[in-house]
C-alpha cells in the first residue's frame, strides 16, 4: 500500500463555548502535560480567563488531538494579552508554535488593529518572541515557579 501523504495540521480558533468537549479536555490535557508535569509549574493553570466573553482559544490539531495551543486575551484596557503557550514535546522544532503565534497576531489585528499585544514569556523563549517583533519591557520575574519577562507588541512597530 503507498505511503499517504501527510495531512498538514489543522488550525483552529472558538471560545469556549464552541470547543467540543473532548477537544476541550485534550487541549487542558496538553497545557497540563507541558506547564505541570513537564515544567513543574506552581500555580493552577485553569484561572477563569477562558469563561471571559472575548477570550479566544487556538489550537492546532493532528489526527484529532491539539499538539499546539494559546489564548487570545482581549484585555479591558484595549490591549491583547497572549498566554498559556503550549506545543506537545514530540512536536516542538516543527514550526507550530511560531505558525500558532502568527495566527494569533493576525487575529489580534482583526479584534483591534491599533492594539498593543502583549504576553509574559518564559525567559528561555524571549529570543524567539523578538523574532516575531516583540521587545521585552521589564526585568525577569518568577510566574508559577518559571523565570518570565513581560513583552509587547506595538501596532506601528515602534519600540
Known amino acids: 500500500m503507498p505511503d499517504q ?7 483552529h480558533r472558538a471560545v469556549l463555548d464552541d470547543v467540543p468537549v473532548r477537544t476541550l ?3 487542558m490535557k496538553l497545557r497540563q502535560d507541558v506547564f505541570t508535569m ?7 493553570d485553569l484561572d477563569g480567563r477562558e469563561l471571559e466573553a472575548g477570550t479566544e482559544l487556538l489550537w492546532i490539531q493532528e489526527a484529532g488531538e491539539p499538539i499546539a495551543h494559546l489564548r487570545l486575551l482581549r484585555e479591558a484596557d484595549g490591549t491583547v494579552r497572549i498566554g498559556r503557550v ?7 522544532r516543527g514550526g507550530h508554535g511560531r505558525r500558532l ?9 482583526e479584534l483591534t488593529p491599533s492594539a498593543e499585544v502583549h504576553l509574559d514569556a518564559q525567559a528561555y523563549l524571549e529570543t524567539w518572541y523578538a523574532s516575531m517583533g516583540f521587545e521585552t519591557v521589564g ?9 518570565h519577562v513581560a513583552m509587547v507588541l506595538r ?3 515602534t519600540r
Open 5 to 11: 501523504p501527510a495531512v498538514p495540521p489543522d488550525l
Open 86 to 92: 503550549a506545543v506537545r514535546a514530540d512536536r516542538r
Open 139 to 147: 526585568g525577569m520575574f518568577l510566574e508559577a515557579g518559571i523565570e
Open 155 to 157: 501596532p506601528d512597530g
Open 38 to 44: 513537564e515544567q513543574g509549574a506552581t500555580d493552577a
Open 25 to 27: 479536555y485534550l487541549l
Open 101 to 109: 503565534m502568527v495566527a494569533a497576531l493576525e487575529r489580534a489585528r
